[in-house]
């Protein structure tokens, strides 16, 4: 059974820097492309990054580039998304997915708020 767990969110001020991980089970993360997504109130459910089953070939967001990093550590099968120099356009909940061929499965998502 996929299950994603997302952790690692909440309010840092504008500047800061927060480390969401998603921890998944009943498959292995080095085996799939695994992505973050978010959703900011009012707004559609946007992808942020992703990371592919293959060499780690890793994409971003125009609105993420230079300051959010994907990454995988496959001993602990958990994906993580370092957020760095914060913004307050960056609060949303931000989701841990997967697909495995026309299936998705999403994570239930972690609240990032930043706000001084």
């Known amino acids: 059974q996929v299950q994603l767990v997302e952790s690692g969110g909440g309010l840092v001020e504008p500047g800061g820097s927060l480390r969401l991980s998603c921890a998944a089970s009943g498959f292995s993360v080095s085996n799939y492309v695994m992505s973050w997504y978010r959703q900011a109130p009012g707004k559609e459910r946007e992808l942020v990054a992703f990371?592919?089953?293959?060499?780690?070939?890793?994409n971003y967001a125009d609105s993420v580039k230079g300051r959010f990093t994907i990454s995988r550590d496959t001993a602990k099968n958990t994906v993580y998304l370092q957020m760095n120099s914060l913004k307050p356009e960056d609060t949303a909940v931000y989701y841990c997915?997967?697909?495995?061929?026309?299936?998705?499965?999403w994570g239930q998502g972690t609240q990032v708020t930043v706000s001084s």
């Open positions: 997915k997967t697909a495995k061929g026309p299936i998705g499965y």
């Open positions: 990371i592919s089953n293959a060499r780690d070939i890793t």
